[in-house]
């Protein structure tokens, strides 16, 4: 069996935190006699925490994690850019890194000397670059600009031609770091056409990318990393699917977090013993047009607000054409008649996207007393991907408040297809002979 491409045992990298005590100058740390004190845990920083995976040669490779995760860092390490604290990284195979792309150019000199000074650089010959050249400057889509000096280029100009130079290394191992952002949505697909290229070839890729869809079609296998640590690892679809679990969690998390502080200060609700709404004198002339709020004169009061999913368990997070119901708690210290219940669902920059009432369909208000719970079940939440905000509100048949709770409750729609709008009806396509496409994946 042949060895990895790529192989990290156990490796942990651990970083000094700055802005602690810190030595002007040498001669003042040997006056100290502190010039190789241990550091404090305090002091320090784990980006990565004993960390092992694999890359067989030829593999594409996808490394998936929220910001802060330890994937850049795993990649530089793999480059060589830094040294591993404890553990240790093989790579069998020249390497070519697209990290920080650009990073040896020079800016008073042309795009033509920094061609050859960055190709030297990642361990081309002046004879290859030269064969390589017009391929170089071409994949850029620079021959106009290629003697210009590279400080009159735009940030995308200057992307692109570190990316043209680092992938005509023709490395045996290309290390890629979030850099299909460096041009247009043309050159972002010559950037995957050319990932493509290098596969067919039998390559080995480690891909570093917030892109979950890339790696579910582009990698062969894929690794999970938070905190530092490695989560899961194996099939795409089964690490991606783990991971966006695991980010629908944190997103409820702070979604409540969030909601809880709103609420406390608009006056308690979805407290044990919730405050009164505000004074009827406070109520905004246009509900509409208010901000975050919570008014009424507390003749029912809402104590509480839970969205919950299919199975009846609670969340913030739901999938575009899922089900969604939303359960009012609500209490009448005295009976009531006149009593009616409503719901609003906004955008997050509040544009209102639905709203209805008992009123509205024509449910007509008998008795209300004590504690109580009302549902409203969205059967299928035909919502494109966002954030949206509830309004829920306890009024009498003439609009006056018992209790409005003006966009105070979050929830999140979710979905893989990144359409546009706010609505997303259910929909098919058919055509005619003569159109074909290959299938969706």
Request: glycine fraction near 10%.
């Amino acid at each position: 069996m042949s060895s990895p491409a790529i192989e990290l045992v156990d490796v942990s990298k651990i970083y000094r935190r700055y802005g602690g005590r810190q030595f002007s100058t040498l001669k003042s740390a040997l006056l100290s006699g502190d010039l190789a004190r241990k550091l404090k845990p305090e002091e320090t920083f784990q980006a990565l925490k004993n960390v092992s995976f694999s890359v067989p040669k030829g593999c594409t490779y996808g490394v998936v994690g929220r910001n802060g995760s330890g994937k850049s860092t795993a990649l530089k390490l793999v480059a060589g850019i830094t040294k591993p604290t404890s553990g240790t990284v093989t790579v069998d195979g020249r390497i070519s890194a697209l990290i920080e792309l650009g990073a040896g150019f020079h800016p008073e000199i042309s795009g033509r000397e920094n061609v050859f000074i960055n190709g030297i650089m990642l361990g081309l010959s002046k004879r290859e670059i030269e064969q390589r050249f017009d391929q170089i400057v071409e994949f850029a889509e620079l021959t106009e600009f290629i003697d210009a000096p590279v400080k009159t280029y735009s940030s995308g100009m200057y992307m692109r031609l570190g990316f043209a130079v680092a992938i005509h290394v023709d490395p045996d191992v290309l290390l890629v770091d979030e850099v299909l952002a460096v041009g247009d949505e043309g050159f972002t697909h010559k950037c995957l056409d050319k990932f493509g290229e290098f596969r067919r070839r039998g390559k080995t890729i480690l891909l570093v990318t917030h892109s979950l869809g890339l790696v579910e079609r582009f990698c062969d296998e894929a690794v999970w990393l938070d905190g530092g640590e490695k989560k899961a690892e194996g099939d795409p679809k089964r690490v991606v699917g783990v991971y966006v679990t695991d980010v629908s969690k944190q997103e409820e998390t702070f979604l409540a977090a969030t909601d809880a502080k709103a609420r406390d200060e608009a006056g308690g609700a979805g407290q044990p013993e919730p405050e009164k709404p505000a004074a009827p004198d406070a109520i905004p002339e246009n509900m509409n047009a208010a901000g975050e709020g919570r008014w009424g004169s507390g003749g029912v009061q809402i104590t509480s607000v839970e969205f919950l999913d299919a199975a009846g368990a609670p969340t913030q997070v739901v999938q575009s054409g899922e089900s969604l119901r939303v359960a009012l708690g609500v209490r009448a210290s005295t009976p009531v008649k006149d009593f009616v219940f409503g719901f609003g669902i906004f955008t997050a920059d509040g544009v209102w996207v639905y709203g209805t009432n008992t009123d509205i369909e024509q449910y007509v208000s008998d008795h209300l007393e004590g504690e109580a719970t009302v549902n409203l079940l969205l059967e299928s939440l035909d919502l494109v991907e966002g954030t949206y905000k509830l309004d829920v509100a306890v009024h009498k048949r003439d609009g006056g408040p018992y209790d409005y709770h003006r966009l105070l409750h979050t929830f999140r729609v979710k979905s893989r297809i990144k359409d546009a709008g706010v609505y997303r009806p259910k929909h098919s396509w058919t055509f005619s002979d003569g159109v074909k496409f290959k299938a969706p994946e």
